[in-house]
């Protein structure tokens, strides 16, 4: 966090151990925890406007860092709940290995380091704003036969819906 520009003693930033309380049916599988009922996120970072950006959730070195996965998207979850805005970004990471989740827009990725608060915020922006790519229009001067705009349209279809698998066979021209 240090790295990406996060000041880890500014409250203002980033808030470690911060309160979630358990607003869903969903229950983490950890060992129980000192605090009863209460649940801490080891880390949520913050934007500008003080509101969460994103979660990280920390395992220790000698722990696969996979093991903080559903602990900290079902945090995200509950913050957003909680707060009534938007979902956060999700991190869990054992110090050696990070990974980022964009929940539901994508899944986890390995990433190298943090981001910036600068970053996330930019994050959130696209992810406010960006159109369907179902909207877009095609190019008929380059691709105007019927097939080549039906070919186009569903390879659209195919990434908006997440479908990998569609479109490996559409790029290959095999099912197999």
């Known amino acids: 966090l240090k790295a990406a520009g996060w000041i880890v003693a500014d409250r203002s930033q980033v808030i470690e151990e911060y309160f979630v309380s358990g607003v869903s049916d969903f229950t983490i599988q950890e060992p129980p925890s000192p605090y009863g009922a209460r ?11 003080g509101k969460p950006l994103a979660v990280v959730e ?10 903080g ?11 957003q709940i909680e707060q009534g805005g938007k979902l956060p970004f999700c991190f869990y990471t054992n110090g050696h290995e990070i990974y980022f989740w964009n929940l539901g ?8 380091g ?13 992810r406010k704003h960006k159109k369907p790519l179902t909207d877009e229009l ?14 186009i349209r569903s ?21 197999k």
């Open 105 to 112: 827009e994508a899944p986890p990725q390995k990433v190298h």
């Open 114 to 126: 943090f981001p910036t608060r600068q970053d996330l915020e930019r994050l959130v922006y696209i």
């Open 155 to 175: 390879v659209m279809e195919g990434i908006t819906k997440n479908r990998r698998q569609f479109l490996l066979v559409m790029a290959t021209g095999t099912g």
């Open 69 to 79: 996965r559903e602990q900290a998207k079902q945090y995200c979850l509950n913050i």
């Open 58 to 67: 920390a395992k220790k070195t000698s722990k696969d860092a996979e093991i």
């Open 138 to 151: 095609i190019n008929t001067a380059i691709a105007g036969r019927d097939y080549q705009i039906q070919a």
């Open 39 to 49: 649940e801490f996120s080891d880390y949520v970072l913050l934007g500008k406007n």
